[in-house]
């Protein structure tokens, strides 16, 4: 338990605001992610580029059958247009706000795939966010799959996704995790709720330090934030075919004969 609390303690204090922007983005689906470059393409000029204007993006939001008057046209640009950014599926340009937007030949690719969680599992193998955003940062797919894939592991809880894989930045990092989930996987519920109570007030105590001296948000810790983009993350990951989200667990599917009995479960 104190060999986890110092873990959590260093972690909280070396990371930072922005390095819990696992994905900035919408809950993102099959769907939302074909009817959002639909409407772009819909929307294009006969040169194949999109005008991100306040109008158009309303537009995109209509095909994207979401209620325009609860989404601004800034919150459809970062929800939206930084989404489909990050997958590599448009190409933005231009001064400003990028507002010249256009369909990348991985976005054709994608809409002319008829099995689109065959596509995007084969495409969250080989993923890579672009370099020199410092915004974003991901886990690689694979190493969650490595470590679904573990004999001891199998499965994970949110809580375990967040505290000890979602801080993953390379491969060399996967045993260090695979071993502090153990341990955690050890401790008693109402130990598990006092390291949950631990971990917040560590956040808390640098937030509120960060406040009083008037520092900007990099500088603070903001837990909810962190479980936010942790759920963001695996909301990400769930386009795979081979890894599920689900009833807050996370299941490798193939060969997992736990998350097919909780599946019939459901449907009885």
Not at 16 to 44: C, D, F, M, P
Not at 74 to 90: A, E, M, P, W, Y
Not at 95 to 110: I, M, N, P, R
Not at 196 to 218: G, M
Request: charged content about 30%; proline content about 1%; aromatic content about 12%.
């Amino acid at each position: 338990m104190e060999k986890l609390k110092l873990y959590f303690k260093n972690l909280i204090a070396e990371n930072t605001y922005r390095g819990w922007h696992l994905v900035q983005a919408e809950k993102t689906t099959h769907n939302s992610i074909t009817n959002a470059l639909l409407g772009i393409k819909k929307l294009s000029d006969n040169k194949g580029i999109f005008i991100a204007t306040d109008e158009n993006l309303k537009k995109v939001n209509k095909e994207m059958n979401r209620k325009g008057d609860r989404e601004s046209s800034l919150s459809i640009r970062k929800q939206v247009l930084v989404n489909l950014d990050t997958f590599g599926f448009i190409k933005r340009f231009g001064k400003g706000q990028k507002t010249k937007v256009q369909l990348t030949q991985k976005a054709v690719e994608y809409l002319d795939h008829e099995n689109k969680e065959f596509f995007m599992d084969n495409f969250l193998s080989l993923f890579e966010m672009k370099k020199g955003r410092l915004t974003y940062s991901i886990i690689p797919y694979p190493v969650l799959l490595k470590i679904l894939s573990y004999d001891k592991i199998q499965q994970l809880s949110f809580k375990e996704f967040q505290y000890f894989v979602s801080e993953i930045k390379n491969e060399n990092e996967i045993q260090n995790a695979i071993t502090l989930i153990m341990q955690y996987r050890q401790l008693t519920q109402e130990q598990k709720d006092e390291l949950d109570e631990f971990i917040k007030k560590e956040c808390d105590k640098i937030t509120n330090e960060a406040e009083v001296k008037k520092l900007s948000k990099e500088y603070k810790r903001d837990y909810e934030n962190w479980a936010h983009n942790a759920e963001h993350s695996l909301e990400f990951f769930n386009l795979g075919s081979q890894i599920k989200f689900y009833n807050n667990e996370i299941h490798l599917l193939l060969g997992s004969r736990e998350f097919k009995k909780k599946i019939i479960l459901d449907l009885k």
